[in-house]
């Protein structure tokens, strides 16, 4: 039952609610057979019977005025009745029709009157009402016979006082309990001509208010005037809301309303102490802390014409002017990702709102500014950032018209019809940051200037455009830092989702293309420093040893400034950066990844303030870096003492899996001490994936370098670097690996007079652990090396040289073997000739290497000595038998002078030399440094016997090596006739230097001497002499001069007439029974010691007493 219909026999029903203008119903009283009555709202006029033909009224002035007096007592008592009556009637006619409309009611009327009423109300459940009216008061005219549909009675005035309200605002749309089906067919009923009450005038009005949150209990004031608002004050108490999006508590808020002009002011304000937002069941928490929220705005109220408002908008009286301005304030923002501190933003409006049946606008101008204190992100951390619109021009347009042939668009690539909503923003916008800090990247005093931007979002599209300047006071990652620098940015973006999300079916995919261009001119890079400290701090303590080679001048210390490092180094701590003209293009979707293109044709330069460039040079028709297209570009260092490199990058891109792959071609040439003047070239591939960059060679690389001062001079260092199973170079996660093999390998040693060749093994160099003190290990193998005697009189025979050399973290070792490099002396003697141990402490470079002979086994038919050098022909050239054993120890450390000591042991070695066959030689020499030969005194060497032209025994000399000669304290030896002596001499080790000495012997019986020699076949002496003969060796040839020979008593001297002859006088002696003087005797053979020892001695001896 509608409550325009009620039914005819119900007679509680005789009143029915007639819509007045906005607020007003009243009710039309109407006849007990529902009839409405006649023409212009009047009693419809009583039909007559028979035809029209009744009875004509009755005449008389006695029955007229019987008439007229019992109507007017009819009328007096009717009169008194209904006025008795009045209030109860009303109140069953109100509270039966309610009850048509199933709305349960209580309805106290105190007064009624034709022009007043007033009372109480209550609408819905005794135990939960909708509505309840405390105190109502009403004043209004009534027109009983008002026609064509107006209503019989006008509010002048309706006054409310302590009103409550009970209605409900969740998911399902906005309800109002019992009353709702009353409610929502009135609003859908067709307006009818009604004017709206004069005044309208609610105070301490309760509102509660149930929302999926709970009930909010509101109180306030309501004021109207002809049925337009003119006040409204709305005060929110404090209130506990939890709900599926969020919960916390509004501690505090209010809501004005002021009418003024054709314009309705209103103010706002909400506070609440915490606040959690999510957006589903399973979305992610934010949480809000502090919250300010201010609300000023001036909004179009205007008063529409009757006619106008039947054709308008319902919203065509808040069309015109819209001024707007809001506050938000939060002390803490959290979300699942950030966290936001001192958050504010200032937005305001200023624009005219037009609202129409089918479409809504708004045009004019925006301002926004907004900050935050901090930002965090994870590892963003972000202070003091702030963005300014202030001067946006803001448009926006909806569309509520079905499409038609006549004003739809043309269907796009989304599948969109009609105009729907548009939304245009355009102006400028400036962005400052204090501090932004991620992952080592730091930007500081950062603001970016947009001169236009340019935003259009429709309902499933959207597009912005920019153009602009950025600057940043610094801008640092790692090592790396940018000052003062200055950009331009420019560039615009699409994306296939807008107002209402991303179109049916679509992936929300965008867009964007940004051109840019970056310069700096202070950047410095500080990832060398102490690298180049410490190589500084090295370089200069090295203390070279002195060359072997004495008229090898001292190996000169390498120039600082030629160390690479420290010349890049010098170079990284101040530059320029210049890059122009970079064109970025990207290109995503909704669970897709990004791709990108990085492009210019321009050559990216960092200049050096010391000198130099480091140019990149792109190829222009490939991309510096994209997501599926290959790159290629070149790179170049050039400048005084900085490396020279020439590098080009090509067919790099990502693959399928993201890896980053690409081909590498270099070449350069670089000091880096001690290494001078070095050189190299490789090509190969590289991959960069699963946070790690290998480097693979395609082929051998070749490397040299003219000079190396690893502990003297190395010259002409060449070898080949090749690829193993392994990458040549592997980097990831800090750390560093190098593999692979060298072959080919050869150096000159000038101040060793040393050669080594053919050189080849594998090496493995890697970081290691970040607190280490030198942050490098490596394992050298070396397969072999050949090492040669350069001296002018060699040293020792070639050798080959093989073992490892391992150092980790904390200390360096190694072991290296020695074997003669000649086939057949290796194929009697397979072994080791020496062992070489090599520890080294990582911490302070100190180190030392042992080299250790073992038990050397010298045989006729096995190893000789002069497999190992040649200068030992002089001495023993062949059927040399015994053993020898060699300790020796090298020390060093990052300064000072290397030390060295040794010990040298000779057991029972037997010889055959120059000088004859010698058995039993022996000997243990300590030595205290092994660079030069250096020994304290008294070292011993004996020689059990020693045949020659003289047979002598049991030889002792006690010796003393100081480095450049040997000093020998004393001498013996026994002969047939005695014992000759040496007198202290020193013996030079240098080659071509005469060795002069004195030989020595008292009471020798020197006829025994000369029967044990071959001049016993010529000569005969008897007697015992005492002399001393002075000598010189020269090379091969001893001459003996000044010497002094006399007898101890008498003896006989005989030499055969024959044994003369030939030998040229120069000088003589009186011999008994001779007729002529003695001639000096010539040396037999050089070879012969003994012999020309004699033969010298008669031509000078003079005998004062002989016979």
């Given at each position: 039952?509608?409550?325009?219909?009620?039914?005819?026999?119900?007679?509680?029903?005789?009143?029915?609610?007639?819509?007045?203008?906005?607020?007003?119903?009243?009710?039309?009283?109407?006849?007990?057979?529902?009839?409405?009555?006649?023409?212009?709202?009047?009693?419809?006029?009583?039909?007559?019977?028979?035809?029209?033909?009744?009875?004509?009224?009755?005449?008389?002035?006695?029955?007229?005025?019987?008439?007229?007096?019992?109507?007017?007592?009819?009328?007096?008592?009717?009169?008194?009745?209904?006025?008795?009556?009045?209030?109860?009637?009303?109140?069953?006619?109100?509270?039966?029709?309610?009850?048509?409309?199933?709305?349960?009611?209580?309805?106290?009327?105190?007064r009624l009157?034709?022009?007043?009423?007033?009372?109480?109300?209550?609408?819905?459940?005794?135990t939960?009402?909708?509505?309840?009216?405390?105190?109502?008061?009403?004043?209004?005219?009534?027109?009983?016979?008002?026609?064509?549909?107006?209503?019989?009675?006008?509010?002048?005035?309706?006054?409310?006082?302590?009103?409550?309200?009970?209605?409900?605002?969740?998911?399902?749309?906005?309800?109002?309990?019992?009353?709702?089906?009353?409610?929502?067919?009135?609003?859908?009923?067709?307006?009818?001509?009604?004017?709206?009450?004069?005044?309208?005038?609610?105070?301490?009005?309760?509102?509660?208010?149930?929302?999926?949150?709970?009930?909010?209990?509101?109180?306030?004031?309501?004021?109207?005037?002809?049925?337009?608002?003119?006040?409204?004050?709305?005060?929110?108490?404090?209130?506990?809301?939890?709900?599926?999006?969020?919960?916390?508590?509004?501690?505090?808020?209010?809501?004005?309303?002021?009418?003024?002009?054709?314009?309705?002011?209103?103010?706002?304000?909400?506070?609440?102490?915490?606040?959690?937002?999510?957006?589903?069941?399973?979305?992610?928490?934010?949480?809000?802390?502090?919250?300010?929220?201010?609300?000023?705005?001036?909004?179009?109220?205007?008063?529409?014409?009757?006619?106008?408002?039947?054709?308008?908008?319902?919203?065509?009286?808040?069309?015109?002017?819209?001024?707007?301005?809001?506050?938000v304030?939060?002390e803490?923002?959290?979300?699942?990702?950030?966290?936001?501190?001192?958050?504010?933003?200032?937005?305001?409006?200023?624009?005219?709102?037009?609202?129409?049946?089918?479409e809504?606008?708004?045009?004019?101008?925006?301002?926004?500014?907004?900050?935050?204190?901090?930002?965090?992100?994870g590892?963003?951390?972000?202070?003091?950032?702030?963005?300014?619109?202030?001067?946006?021009?803001?448009?926006?347009?909806?569309?509520?018209?079905?499409?038609?042939?006549?004003?739809?668009?043309?269907?796009?690539?989304?599948?969109?019809?009609?105009?729907?909503?548009?939304?245009?923003?355009?102006?400028?916008?400036?962005?400052?940051?204090?501090?932004?800090?991620?992952?080592?990247?730091?930007?500081?005093?950062?603001?970016?200037?947009?001169?236009?931007?340019?935003?259009?979002?429709?309902?499933?599209?959207?597009?912005?455009?920019?153009?602009g300047?950025?600057?940043?006071?610094?801008?640092?990652?790692?090592?790396?830092?940018?000052?003062?620098?200055?950009?331009?940015?420019?560039?615009?973006a699409?994306?296939?989702?807008?107002?209402?999300?991303?179109?049916?079916?679509?992936?929300?995919?965008?867009?964007?293309?940004?051109?840019?261009?970056?310069?700096?001119?202070?950047?410095?890079?500080?990832?060398?420093?102490?690298?180049?400290?410490?190589?500084?701090?090295?370089?200069?303590?090295?203390?070279?040893?002195?060359?072997?080679?004495?008229?090898?001048?001292?190996?000169?210390?390498?120039?600082?400034?030629?160390?690479?490092?420290?010349?890049?180094?010098?170079?990284?701590q101040?530059?320029?950066?210049?890059?122009?003209?970079?064109?970025?293009?990207?290109?995503?979707?909704?669970?897709?990844?990004?791709?990108?293109?990085?492009?210019?044709?321009?050559?990216?330069?960092?200049?050096?303030?010391?000198?130099?460039k480091?140019?990149?040079?792109?190829?222009?028709?490939?991309?510096?870096?994209?997501?599926?297209?290959?790159?290629a570009?070149?790179?170049?260092?050039?400048?005084?003492?900085?490396?020279?490199?020439?590098?080009?990058?090509?067919?790099?891109?990502?693959?399928?899996?993201?890896?980053l792959?690409?081909?590498?071609?270099?070449?350069?040439?670089?000091?880096?001490?001690?290494?001078?003047?070095a050189?190299?070239?490789?090509?190969?591939?590289?991959?960069?994936?699963?946070?790690?960059?290998?480097?693979?060679?395609?082929?051998?690389?070749?490397?040299?370098?003219?000079?190396?001062?690893?502990?003297?001079?190395?010259?002409?260092?060449?070898?080949?670097?090749?690829?193993?199973?392994?990458?040549?170079?592997?980097?990831?996660?800090?750390?560093?690996?190098?593999?692979?093999?060298?072959?080919?390998?050869?150096?000159?040693?000038?101040?060793?007079?040393?050669?080594?060749?053919?050189?080849?093994?594998?090496?493995?160099?890697?970081?290691?652990?970040?607190?280490?003190?030198?942050?490098?290990?490596?394992?050298?193998?070396?397969?072999?090396?050949?090492?040669?005697?350069?001296?002018?009189?060699?040293?020792?025979?070639?050798?080959?040289?093989?073992?490892?050399?391992?150092?980790?973290?904390?200390?360096?070792?190694?072991?290296?073997?020695?074997?003669?490099?000649?086939?057949?002396?290796?194929?009697?003697?397979?072994?080791?000739?020496?062992?070489i141990?090599?520890?080294?402490?990582?911490?302070?470079?100190?180190?030392?290497?042992?080299?250790?002979?073992?038990?050397?086994?010298?045989?006729?038919?096995?190893?000789?000595?002069?497999?190992?050098?040649?200068?030992?022909?002089?001495?023993?050239?062949?059927?040399?038998?015994?053993?020898?054993?060699?300790?020796?120890?090298?020390?060093?450390?990052?300064?000072?002078?290397?030390?060295?000591?040794?010990?040298?042991?000779?057991?029972?070695?037997?010889?055959?030399?120059?000088?004859?066959?010698?058995?039993?030689?022996?000997?243990?020499?300590?030595?205290?440094?092994?660079?030069?030969?250096?020994?304290?005194?008294?070292?011993?060497?004996?020689?059990?016997?020693?045949?020659?032209?003289?047979?002598?025994?049991?030889?002792?000399?006690?010796?003393?090596?100081?480095?450049?000669?040997?000093?020998?304290?004393?001498?013996?030896?026994?002969?047939?006739?005695?014992?000759?002596?040496?007198?202290?001499?020193?013996?030079?080790?240098?080659?071509?230097?005469p060795?002069k000495?004195?030989?020595?012997?008292?009471?020798?019986?020197?006829g025994?001497?000369?029967?044990?020699?071959?001049?016993?076949r010529?000569?005969?002496?008897?007697?015992?002499?005492?002399?001393?003969?002075?000598?010189?060796?020269?090379?091969?040839?001893?001459?003996?001069?000044?010497?002094?020979?006399?007898?101890?008593?008498?003896?006989?001297?005989?030499?055969?007439?024959?044994?003369?002859?030939?030998?040229?006088?120069s000088g003589?002696?009186?011999v008994e029974?001779?007729?002529?003087?003695?001639?000096?005797?010539a040396?037999?053979?050089?070879?012969k010691?003994?012999?020309?020892?004699?033969?010298?001695?008669?031509?000078?001896?003079?005998?004062?007493?002989?016979?």
């Open positions: 039952m509608t409550p325009t219909d009620p039914t005819a026999d119900q007679n509680d029903e005789l009143m029915f609610p007639v819509r007045t203008a906005s607020l007003g119903t009243f009710s039309r009283v109407i006849s007990g057979d529902a009839r409405t009555g006649g023409e212009k709202g009047r009693p419809a006029k009583k039909t007559k019977s028979g035809g029209g033909k009744g009875r004509p009224p009755k005449s008389g002035a006695g029955k007229a005025g019987q008439i007229i007096g019992l109507t007017l007592c009819g009328v007096a008592a009717i009169g008194v009745a209904a006025v008795a009556a009045r209030k109860e009637i009303a109140r069953e006619i109100a509270q039966g029709w309610l009850r048509s409309q199933q709305i349960e009611s209580e309805l106290k009327i105190g009157g034709l022009n007043h009423a007033e009372g109480s109300i209550r609408l819905g459940k005794a939960s009402p909708d509505v309840v009216l405390n105190d109502f008061r009403i004043d209004y005219d009534l027109n009983l016979f008002a026609g064509q549909g107006k209503p019989m009675a006008r509010f002048k005035r309706i006054h409310l006082t302590k009103p409550e309200i009970a209605l409900s605002l969740t998911s399902k749309g906005l309800n109002f309990g019992t009353l709702d089906p009353l409610i929502q067919s009135i609003l859908s009923s067709p307006s009818n001509k009604g004017e709206a009450p004069g005044e309208v005038l609610i105070e301490n009005a309760v509102v509660r208010l149930k929302t999926d949150y709970g009930t909010i209990n509101a109180t306030g004031r309501v004021q109207m005037q002809a049925g337009r608002l003119q006040q409204l004050n709305l005060n929110i108490p404090s209130t506990r809301l939890s709900g599926p999006l969020g919960q916390g508590t509004l501690s505090d808020g209010f809501i004005t309303a002021r009418s003024v002009g054709e314009g309705l002011k209103v103010e706002g304000k909400f506070v609440a102490d915490a606040w959690e937002m999510k957006p589903g069941k399973t979305g992610d928490v934010t949480r809000l802390k502090g919250v300010h929220l201010d609300l000023t705005s001036n909004l179009p109220y205007r008063q529409l014409e009757q006619a106008a408002n039947l054709k308008a908008s319902p919203l065509a009286e808040f069309s015109g002017p819209l001024e707007a301005h809001m506050k304030a939060a803490e923002l959290n979300t699942a990702d950030a966290t936001l501190k001192g958050v504010k933003a200032d937005a305001s409006v200023l624009a005219a709102l037009s609202f129409e049946r089918d809504t606008r708004l045009e004019g101008q925006s301002r926004l500014q907004a900050r935050a204190d901090t930002v965090t992100h590892a963003v951390f972000g202070r003091d950032l702030y963005v300014d619109a202030s001067s946006l021009n803001l448009s926006f347009a909806h569309s509520s018209k079905a499409p038609t042939e006549a004003n739809s668009a043309p269907a796009t690539a989304q599948g969109r019809k009609g105009d729907g909503a548009n939304v245009w923003i355009d102006g400028p916008l400036q962005a400052r940051i204090g501090l932004y800090r991620q992952d080592g990247i730091e930007v500081s005093t950062a603001r970016a200037d947009l001169e236009k931007v340019a935003l259009h979002m429709a309902d499933t599209e959207s597009d912005i455009s920019f153009k300047t950025a600057y940043a006071g610094r801008m640092a990652a790692a090592d790396l830092s940018l000052d003062r620098v200055n950009m331009t940015i420019s560039g615009n699409k994306a296939e989702t807008g107002l209402n999300g991303a179109a049916e079916n679509e992936a929300s995919a965008w867009t964007a293309a940004i051109k840019t261009s970056l310069n700096s001119r202070h950047g410095s890079y500080n990832g060398l420093d102490e690298m180049a400290a410490t190589r500084r701090k090295d370089l200069q303590a090295v203390v070279y040893p002195e060359p072997v080679n004495t008229d090898t001048p001292p190996v000169a210390v390498a120039p600082v400034r030629a160390d690479a490092v420290i010349a890049l180094q010098e170079a990284a101040a530059f320029s950066l210049e890059a122009n003209d970079i064109n970025i293009k990207l290109d995503g979707a909704a669970g897709k990844p990004v791709a990108f293109d990085v492009r210019t044709k321009t050559p990216i330069t960092v200049t050096p303030a010391t000198g130099g480091l140019t990149l040079t792109p190829d222009r028709a490939r991309p510096l870096i994209a997501s599926a297209d290959r790159a570009f070149g790179v170049r260092l050039e400048g005084e003492n900085l490396p020279e490199v020439n590098a080009f990058l090509s067919d790099m891109g990502f693959g399928a899996n993201g890896d792959s690409g081909k590498l071609a270099a070449d350069a040439k670089f000091n880096f001490a001690p290494v001078t003047s050189e190299t070239k490789a090509t190969g591939r590289f991959t960069v994936a699963g946070g790690r960059t290998r480097f693979v060679l395609d082929e051998c690389m070749p490397f040299s370098a003219a000079r190396a001062d690893i502990g003297g001079r190395l010259e002409g260092l060449t070898a080949n670097i090749c690829a193993t199973e392994a990458p040549i170079l592997t980097l990831g996660n800090g750390q560093w690996q190098s593999a692979g093999a060298f072959e080919a390998l050869k150096l000159n040693a000038p101040d060793y007079e040393a050669r080594i060749s053919n050189a080849k093994g594998r090496f493995n160099a890697f970081s290691t652990r970040a607190d280490a003190p030198n942050g490098a290990g490596f394992r050298i193998t070396v397969a072999a090396a050949e090492a040669h005697d350069t001296a002018d009189k060699t040293r020792f025979n070639p050798v080959t040289v093989a073992g490892k050399l391992d150092q980790d973290a904390l200390r360096m070792t190694g072991r290296l073997g020695v074997k003669p490099l000649s086939p057949a002396v290796r194929e009697r003697a397979p072994g080791d000739l020496a062992r141990d090599i520890v080294q402490d990582a911490r302070t470079d100190a180190g030392y290497a042992l080299i250790n002979t073992g038990d050397m086994v010298f045989a006729p038919e096995g190893l000789q000595p002069i497999d190992l050098t040649p200068q030992v022909a002089s001495v023993a050239t062949k059927n040399v038998a015994g053993t020898a054993s060699f300790d020796g120890r090298f020390d060093w450390s990052r300064t000072g002078t290397p030390t060295s000591q040794g010990r040298l042991r000779l057991n029972d070695i037997n010889f055959e030399g120059p000088v004859g066959k010698a058995q039993g030689l022996r000997g243990d020499i300590e030595f205290t440094s092994l660079s030069p030969l250096m020994t304290p005194p008294g070292q011993i060497l004996s020689v059990a016997s020693l045949t020659t032209a003289l047979p002598l025994t049991d030889l002792n000399t006690s010796v003393q090596f100081r480095g450049d000669h040997i000093a020998l304290a004393a001498a013996t030896a026994m002969s047939p006739g005695g014992q000759f002596g040496l007198e202290p001499m020193d013996v030079p080790l240098a080659e071509n230097v060795i000495g004195a030989l020595t012997f008292e009471r020798l019986d020197f025994k001497i000369i029967a044990a020699t071959d001049l016993g010529d000569m005969k002496f008897e007697g015992a002499v005492t002399g001393r003969m002075p000598f010189e060796v020269n090379g091969s040839r001893i001459n003996f001069a000044q010497g002094e020979l006399r007898g101890d008593g008498p003896g006989r001297l005989s030499i055969q007439r024959a044994a003369l002859q030939g030998v040229a006088s003589g002696v009186d029974g001779a007729d002529v003087p003695v001639q000096a005797l040396p037999a053979d050089a070879s010691v003994v012999e020309d020892m004699a033969y010298q001695a008669m031509e000078n001896m003079a005998y004062s007493d002989m016979s």
